[in-house]
């Protein structure tokens, strides 16, 4: 039963097996060609994107590590700033004091150390400001370096410090308030500042005060404050406490939509080395790469839009695909055509064919040259040339079939009369005590039943034989009992097809010329069978005179040449009786003509001594099976 086809893939298959031949190679042409330039631009596209990811990578990384060495000068700086600060042994007398020093102790002090500190600060010009906290209340204030430490104990990071046991503590703050001077002008205070903080002990172990170095972030940090405000990076720094210092003057926030708390959150390793992270904030790409300093405990953060890197991959990749479609389509429209011209032929051959199954067989085809379809064409031009030969061939097998039933037709108006004759006669003969005249009348009436009912072509093999027997029988009346048939056929070949009166022309043509009435003794026909393949051999050899070896070679030789659609031999009809019967060429014409030109008959000979005629048939049993 016809089943539909179920899935989808089906459907398509049937579809594209209902097209042409020249839509169906132009569709694998463009599958072969397009898939694989999918498969090569996919990759070739993502490594051209990751190529930009990663010289964006590269860049904010190379920005981090060059402020790193800016972070690590600076830090440097105000370290050696603060050994020199409290190296001066008469800073430290001056700190820990416990009583008020005069005047002339003050305008010496003044003189020396204070210009010594003022000096280290104007030597270091990125050191904003150098200031000793006293705990003593003995010491005099000297702005702006010695500052009472009452007045700082509202700072946040006062109590951090003094936790810290002697070590330093590095703190952020928005402003740079001077702990004196309250009327500062405002643009000058609100600068952010990075402070190293330490506690002072002189001696060991007691507290006379705090150090305090500081330094503007603009230029601890030269890069994050001074970056190129091209509006797609912008470089920031997260403090310990989770508060950005930035540029503000720079538009990349604005014109992003970021925040610093969606920043923040992409802050999740204090692992030495540079990190990096790419996010997507509003439907926009960014790439964040972040550095955690250790020593000031803070975070130095890069972040980049990936808006124009994207672009320019989306515009390379757009141009490749514009370059890839032009060219298929070129490629496609070229292929097309020539698949066309290429297929002409085969179309061509198409018709001819559909001229075929419409019966027209007399035409020529005009495909020339070679390739497949060529050979093709030379295939179809020798099938025709071999359907003719079939036709013709049929024809004359069809003619040869009814002229031979017309034959069996008009020798059968008086079969009747001359079968009732025969027994009238073989009464007679048996009633004078005639049995060689009975026996004879039995024989001549047998052979002349089996030929006129005529009914088939082919015949068992056991029928021919009991019909020369009685060829044999009617022989010997004529040369007084000189023919012996020996019959050494097994019983599984007599069931076998045979076409009717094959064997009595070659037994007669035994008698003919080995049974001559000076012969002194018998003559013997010897039958055997056996199978070659799929053939069936007969063989018939009989003790007679035999034959020279030119002669035989001739015979062999008309044999194989023998063309079953001609009908004449030597001015005579092929169906026509030759002298007493029908001829050994008769016979083989007739089983080319039925059976095909591999079979048919062959002599061997021996003058003096014997021939044979080996008959070749194909292996077919009673029911027409081979």
């Known amino acids: 039963m016809f089943r539909r086809p179920g899935s989808a893939l089906e459907r398509w298959l049937v579809r594209i097996g209902q097209l042409s031949l020249q839509k169906r190679l132009f569709i694998i042409y463009i599958l072969i060609i397009l898939l694989p330039g999918v498969l090569i631009s996919v990759p070739v596209f993502n490594q051209l994107s990751h190529k930009y990811l990663e010289d964006v990578r590269k860049t904010n990384i190379t920005a981090l590590e060059f402020e790193t060495v800016n972070i690590a000068r600076s830090i440097e700086t105000m370290e050696r700033a603060a050994q020199l600060a ?12 416990t009583s008020e020093p ?11 150390a204070v210009a010594n500190l003022l000096r280290l600060q104007y030597n270091n010009p990125n050191v904003e400001h150098i200031r000793l906290y ?41 402003q740079d308030r001077d702990p004196i001077l309250r009327n500062v002008d405002a643009e000058k205070v609100n600068r ?103 020593r000031i405990g803070a975070y130095l953060m890069r972040v980049a839009s990936l808006e124009n890197a994207l672009a320019a991959v989306n515009q390379t990749r757009n141009g490749m695909l514009a370059v890839i479609l032009g060219l298929f389509a070129v490629l496609s ?13 085969l179309r061509v051959l198409t018709e001819s064919m559909k001229k075929v199954r419409q019966g027209d067989f007399n035409f020529d085809l005009s495909i020339k040259g070679g390739g497949e379809v060529g050979e093709l064409a030379h295939h179809f031009r020798k099938m025709l040339k071999k359907i003719n030969e079939l036709i013709a061939e049929a024809v004359t097998k069809n003619a040869a079939t009814k002229e031979a039933e017309l034959k069996s037709l008009k020798n059968q108006i008086d079969s009747h009369f001359l079968y009732n004759t025969l027994e009238n006669i073989k009464m007679l ?75 009595q022309p070659i037994i007669e043509n ?28 007969i063989e018939l050899t009989d003790d007679g005179a035999g034959m020279p070896e030119q002669k035989v070679e001739a015979l062999n030789r008309m044999f ?27 016979v083989n014409q007739r089983m080319k003509l039925f059976y095909g030109k591999a079979y048919g008959l062959r002599a061997e000979s021996k003058e003096g001594e014997y021939t044979r005629i080996c008959m070749s048939v194909p292996y077919i049993d009673s029911g027409g099976e081979l």
């Open 333 to 345: 429209a070229a292929t097309y055509f020539l698949l066309s011209y290429i297929l002409k032929k």
């Open 560 to 586: 194989a040449e023998d063309d079953p659609e001609r009908s004449a031999y030597c001015g005579q009809r092929a169906d026509r009786p030759a002298r007493g019967g029908i001829g050994l060429r008769n």
């Open 86 to 97: 409290v190296s001066d042994k008469d800073i430290l007398y001056y700190l820990e004091q």
């Open 102 to 112: 005069n005047t002339s102790e003050l305008i010496d002090f003044n003189r020396n």
């Open 429 to 503: 003969a048996e009633i004078e005590n005639q049995p060689a005249i009975s026996d004879a009348l039995t024989s001549l009436g047998g052979m002349m039943r089996y030929n006129l009912q005529w009914t088939s072509e082919y015949v068992p093999l056991r029928d021919e034989l009991n019909h020369i027997a009685n060829y044999v029988a009617i022989m010997n009346i004529r040369f007084a009992e000189k023919i012996v048939i020996v019959n050494e056929i097994p019983d599984m070949y007599l069931d076998r097809q045979l076409l009717k009166m094959s064997l």
């Open 192 to 294: 952010p500042k990075i402070s190293l903080l330490r506690e002072i002990e002189y001696p060991i172990g007691r507290d006379v005060g705090i150090m305090q170095i500081d330094m503007l972030l603009a230029n601890f940090f030269p890069n994050t404050f001074r970056d190129a405000h091209d509006g797609q990076s912008q470089m920031f720094v997260v403090d310990g406490d989770g508060r950005f210092y930035y540029d503000t003057s720079s538009p990349f926030l604005n014109r992003t939509g970021l925040s610093t708390q969606q920043l923040a959150s992409r802050l999740e390793s204090r692992e030495p080395g540079v990190h990096s992270v790419t996010f997507t904030a509003g439907n926009r790409p960014f790439l964040c790469a972040y550095v955690y300093n250790e």
């Open 134 to 174: 006293a705990e003593s209340p003995f010491v005099i204030e000297i702005w702006p370096v010695f500052i009472q430490a009452s007045r700082i104990r509202g700072e946040p990071w006062y109590e951090k410090v003094r936790e810290q046991n002697g070590k330093e503590l590095w703190t952020f703050d928005r």
């Open 510 to 537: 035994a008698v003919q010329h080995g049974a001559a009435p000076s012969r002194k003794r018998d003559l013997t026909v010897t039958l055997r069978a056996r199978t070659e393949g799929d053939a069936m051999i």
